[in-house]
């Protein structure tokens, strides 16, 4: 089971950009699906995360209302859309399953993927 992040690049400030998290190996169900991300020097943080079986969302405060978590069953995918982005979302972003529910402990997440790099000129 592999899940793969794309999608990243370089933007400027108020672009968008929207994130694909394609799962190999496996049907996405009814796991959670988190996206994570980390910057130079940082600690991994949770950015958001959807649970499948019932399509419940949770959002960090520091990209509510500019990020939007959803999926595609028949693509197998779930996407990041980020919008009005700042420099400060510069960093690497990860997706990974769990089973269970919302939850932003990457301890608790498997099938990490390489990442895509996402930086936002100011």
């Known amino acids: 089971v592999q899940l793969q992040a794309s999608g990243g690049g370089l933007v400027q400030t108020g672009d968008s950009l929207r994130l694909s998290c394609v799962a190999s190996?496996?049907?996405?169900?009814?796991?959670?699906i988190g996206w994570f991300r980390q910057a130079p020097g940082k600690e991994r943080e949770g950015v958001s995360c959807?649970?499948?079986?019932?399509?419940?969302?949770h959002y960090a405060d520091s990209v509510k209302g500019r990020f939007t978590i959803s999926r595609d069953n028949t693509k197998n995918t779930v996407y990041l859309q980020m919008n009005s982005l700042k420099p400060e979302d510069t960093a690497i972003y990860y997706c990974?399953?769990?089973?269970?529910?919302?939850?932003?402990?990457?301890?608790?997440?498997?099938?990490w993927g390489q990442g895509t790099q996402v930086t936002v000129s100011s």
């Open positions: 990974a399953r769990r089973a269970g529910g919302l939850s932003y402990t990457a301890s608790g997440y498997g099938s």
């Open positions: 190996g496996i049907t996405l169900n009814q796991e959670t």
């Open positions: 959807i649970n499948l079986s019932d399509d419940k969302t």
